[in-house]
DNA sequence: CATTTTTGTTAATGTAAGGTTAAAAGGTAA
DNA sequence: TTACCTTTTAACCTTACATTAACAAAAATG
């Protein structure tokens, strides 16, 4: 049934602990890869797609929380789980501002951890599984290539999007004729909802339609309070 | 900004704790039907749409387990946070097969809970609901499409309804040919029952009327007293 | 049949959401 | 540092929406 064992990236600096967890992953079917750092945890971050990231956040020279933000930045969806040693209320804020998926505590049980991991990879199949690997898009007589982050009319010269044009068009490309809810935008993107992200949305929802006004056939709808619609008239 | 404040359902027996909790929530521009017991928990559970249900676990006649099992055979979506008293492992556990969505100890700083129900409430707006077809109907020689608010005449070009419009009109359909009481959309639609709630009311019913005349068979009636009806005429 | 209650309809009003442009603020690399 | 690119914030304007008022008509009441 499943295509490969999940793969998990954990980032811990403390080697007994560690290699203990490791094991006790690996005893359990997860394909495991053991960073000793931050540094060393991007670097095979970066090499390697992972199901769900495990990071300490006390850690020599880079921190979890600094890790947690570069990682986010290449990837805004695998999930996130926090080791922290005890709970700080700080830290677990902080936590969740990166968009950690879970917190734990040390000394924690590793029952309780495998049932979190478990819950976790639950929520995120149900999460349209074509969503993180889908980059090419073909909307009217434009091609969207969001890995890339350029827009093309009928094969002439691309233009280059910002890392946010980029991501919102993808989103309604993805929705295409179908409401995109301006919150799934504003919290898949900006990560937050309020008053001005929302405002900057919109004011990115007015860069995409100048792209977009080379074909007319295509336009971007507003359905009031609700969110944007891309649609393509035949 | 918001459609409307998202709804929590709290379940938690002792008054004390309760009633400071949901005026804590209520502070933070969430709308708070506190249950004391399990069985009023699940009562208030079928008479309405909940955002998220906040359970506590040890309670007198139906603990917290036992009330989330009902409310998933219910629903399966709704995220449910459970509320123990101290860190349990069989607790927890537990709460991850039911299907339990986080896990709070009490006591537990009122902060971490809010990010963790802003985290949770982010989560579920990713899962795009779309699927069904709940959003469409037929309505003699209309199409309405109650997701994207429009409202077609023979394939013709489609006019655009305001939320109220549509979700009284959604209702309508829902019941069609039979009567839709009064009472059923002030509460459902206005969240109200009062004399101008109802005026309102009045005024989109005559404001759907206009955009229903295009099809002579198709008229809403009104029963004196009692509500109205929409009927679609052979 | 006079009176009260309910409903039909249109228009006026106030507020919130969205469109658009420009300036400010952040960030990064030369 | 400058120069450049991206994102946010601000400002101003337009549109969309819901409510309320006002008055007319219909239905119930007694």
Redesign the pocket.
């Known amino acids: 049934m499943e295509e490969h064992k999940k793969r998990i990236l954990l980032v811990e600096d403390d080697p007994n602990f560690g290699t203990v967890l490791k094991d006790y992953l690996m005893m359990n079917d997860y394909e495991v890869t053991h960073a000793k750092n931050g540094m060393e945890g991007f670097e095979k971050f970066k090499k390697d797609d992972f199901d769900l990231c495990i990071l300490d956040v006390m850690m020599p020279y880079k921190d979890g929380f600094t890790l947690a933000k570069e990682i986010r930045e290449k990837n805004t969806d695998v999930p996130i789980v926090f080791l922290t040693a005890k709970t700080m209320k700080e830290d677990v804020l902080k936590g969740y501002k990166v968009g950690a998926d879970d917190y734990l505590n040390k000394p924690f049980d590793s029952e309780v951890l495998l049932m979190k991991i478990k819950a976790i990879m639950q929520r995120k199949a149900t999460e349209t599984i074509s969503d993180s690997k889908q980059f090419e898009f073909k909307i009217g007589g434009f091609d969207l290539n969001s890995k890339l982050r350029f827009l093309k009319y009928n094969g002439g010269e691309p233009v280059?999007l910002?890392?946010?044009?980029n991501e919102l068009l993808r989103l309604l490309a993805l929705h295409e004729n179908d409401l995109m809810p301006?919150e799934l935008a504003l919290t898949k993107i900006?990560r937050d909802d309020n008053y001005?992200?929302?405002?900057?949305m919109?004011?990115y929802?007015?860069k995409l339609?100048k792209y977009l006004k080379l074909d007319e056939k295509v336009e971007i709808l507003?359905i009031?309070?609700?969110g944007f619609r891309l649609v393509v008239n035949t």
């Open positions: 280059k910002s890392p946010k044009e301006r900006w001005f992200t929302s405002r900057s919109d004011v929802i007015a339609r507003n009031h309070g609700e």
